[in-house]
């Protein structure tokens, strides 16, 4: 299986996630699946039953961050010498060039992409456009709304 790209805070937030689950979320449900069988009849218990429900839900969550993260190349953009190029974690500051409008984007993996908080997918098509280029060029992306232009104002790595 090949490695999957993810920030480093992106693997902070799913690390610190993981830990929660772990400490707090797994002992909340389980003593919450024993004061339940304490109830007595576990077939029309329903309380048993939604905390099983959960317990599924918080393990099924651990396994996949657990898997995430070791399939995860962890990519620190603030040590990357890349001289000036649109690379993964790069931070982007964008003009479009039919409508003036700046925009900001940082290029982060699939599990990280907030488009509300500027995060786009490396999987996206206007990171796809933007990988490789450089200040001062303009990128074409195939949006569904048809073709947009931009151009790069600024790479940052932070």
């Known amino acids: 299986m090949s490695k999957t790209p993810l920030t480093v805070s992106g693997a902070s937030k799913l690390k610190a996630e993981l830990q929660r689950l772990k400490t707090e979320e797994r002992p909340r449900v389980i003593a919450a699946i024993a004061e339940a069988r304490e109830h007595g009849d576990l077939k029309e218990n329903a309380e048993y039953h939604a905390a099983r429900e959960e317990q599924g839900f918080i393990e099924g969550r651990i396994k996949e961050i657990e898997s995430k993260l070791s399939n995860a190349q962890i990519i620190d953009v603030a040590n990357l010498n890349a001289g000036g190029k649109v690379v993964f974690g790069a931070t982007v500051d964008l003009t479009d060039e039919g409508s003036g409008a700046e ?36 990128v074409t992306v195939n949006a569904p709304g048809g073709d947009k232009d931009y151009e790069i104002v600024k790479v940052r790595y932070i």
């Open 103 to 138: 925009v900001t984007y940082q290029i982060v993996g699939d599990d990280e992409a907030d488009i509300k908080q500027g995060m786009i997918s490396i999987n996206s098509p206007i990171a796809r456009a933007l990988i490789g280029k450089e200040e001062g060029d303009v």
